[in-house]
C-alpha cells in the first residue's frame, strides 16, 4: 500500500512507539525511505520528545504552532508526485 505524507503524519507517534501492526510499519518505512519531507517530520518529532523526556520546560514562540502546521501543509502540496500518494 502506498501511503500518503498526510497518512504518515497520522500515525508518526504511533510508529515511534511501536504500537503499529507489521505492514501498516513498512509501508511507513517504505514511504519514508523515498519522503524527505516525512523523514524531517520523524526526526523533528523524535527530537522533542527527547527534549520532553528529560523534563526540561522549553517556552515556544507565540505562534509557532499554526507557523509550523502552514510550513507543514506547504510542504505536501510543493512534493513532488509520488512523494503525496
Do not use: Q
Amino acid at each position: 500500500m502506498v501511503l500518503s505524507c498526510k497518512h504518515v503524519w497520522r500515525e508518526i507517534s504511533n510508529y515511534i512507539e511501536g504500537t503499529i501492526d507489521a505492514k501498516v510499519r513498512a509501508d511507513i518505512e517504505n514511504h519514508l525511505a523515498h519522503c524527505r519531507h516525512c523523514a524531517a517530520v520523524l526526526d523533528s518529532t523524535r527530537n522533542i520528545l527527547v527534549l520532553v523526556a528529560d523534563e526540561r520546560t522549553f517556552e515556544l514562540p507565540v505562534g509557532y504552532s499554526d507557523r509550523l502546521h502552514n510550513r507543514l501543509s506547504e510542504l505536501i502540496e510543493a512534493a513532488p508526485p509520488g512523494a503525496e500518494a
